[in-house]
């Protein structure tokens, strides 16, 4: 398999989630934000990639991109491109002749509601079997998006995926020392059991900026996904320079967390 957007393991990644500027188009008519603008501001801010969820019903409304939107984008970067999908096999194709570096798979957002658990959960299983092993033949890393739990983890592995994306929603959800503490360590067992497991370890969405930093200073997670946050904070001070002020921010805190371990 390729190696991760960044051939340097010693570099701390960022990738840039665009998906929240692009669920501002559900917001109702009106002027929509450009995704190409967005994409091409981050790659100025100093981003290593960028996330786009390409849309399951091929239209380009709401909070996804279809494949056209997705290919301009990819034509006028540099960085790499990251897709996000569900792993239906006919989204997986579409999603494969786009050539992108990686695909996160979001296996089970929109089945978890099922009344059967146990069939709907083999039945992703085996759909992600089936995708990473025809997105491999396509020479395309394929990450998986799984909570900080060993077993998680575990079937990730075995299904052949080459990393993980931690979620985080404890840590976002976390309201006094105690509890952000708890969901820290959660958070860095569960990336040294993937790093055991060869796998490649992201995290991040969702989290404000102190809780960013907070997350860089766990050495087994190797990169951030991040996008809530920057359209926040690009509110205030524009897109470009909230990128550029958490790469100096992530890359401050892992120096530090380095140090601590020397």
């Known amino acids: 398999m390729p190696p991760h957007f960044d051939s340097d393991e010693s570099e701390f ?3 840039v989630d665009l998906g929240p500027v692009l669920a501002l188009r559900t917001m109702g008519p009106g002027e929509s934000p450009d995704p190409l603008w967005a994409a091409l501001a981050a790659e100025r801010g100093g981003a290593d990639a960028l996330i ?7 239209g380009a409304e709401g909070d996804a991109l279809a494949e056209s939107e997705a290919q301009a984008v990819k034509a006028q970067l540099a960085i790499p491109l990251i897709l996000e999908i569900e792993p239906h096999p006919r989204l997986i194709e579409r999603a494969a ?24 959960s083999d039945a992703r299983s085996s759909a992600c079997g089936l995708a990473v092993s025809h997105l491999h033949a396509r020479a395309i890393r394929v990450t998986l998006s799984v909570s900080p739990h060993p077993m998680e983890i575990e079937a990730a592995r075995a299904l052949g995926f080459d990393g993980v994306e931690l979620d985080t929603n404890a840590l976002i959800q976390a309201r006094d020392p105690a509890s952000v503490a708890l969901a820290l360590e959660s958070l860095r067992e569960a990336a040294a059991v993937a790093r055991l497991a060869g ?12 809780r960013i930093e907070l997350l860089a200073g766990i050495l087994d997670i190797e990169g951030l996904h991040v996008g809530r ?7 205030l001070s524009g897109w470009e320079k909230a990128v550029r002020n958490l790469v100096a921010a992530m890359r401050q805190a892992r120096l530090a967390a380095l140090g601590r371990h020397r």
């Not at 979001?106 to 658990?117: I, L, M, N, V």
């Open 199 to 210: 796998l490649t370890v992201t995290a991040g969405r969702g989290l404000s900026a102190g």
């Open 229 to 235: 946050m920057l359209l926040a904070e690009g509110l």
């Open 52 to 58: 786009v969820p390409l849309d399951g019903e091929g």
């Open 13 to 15: 990644e960022l990738a």
């Open 97 to 120: 002749l786009l050539f992108p570096v990686e695909i996160i798979l979001a296996a089970g957002r929109k089945a978890a509601a099922s009344e059967d658990a146990a069939a709907s």
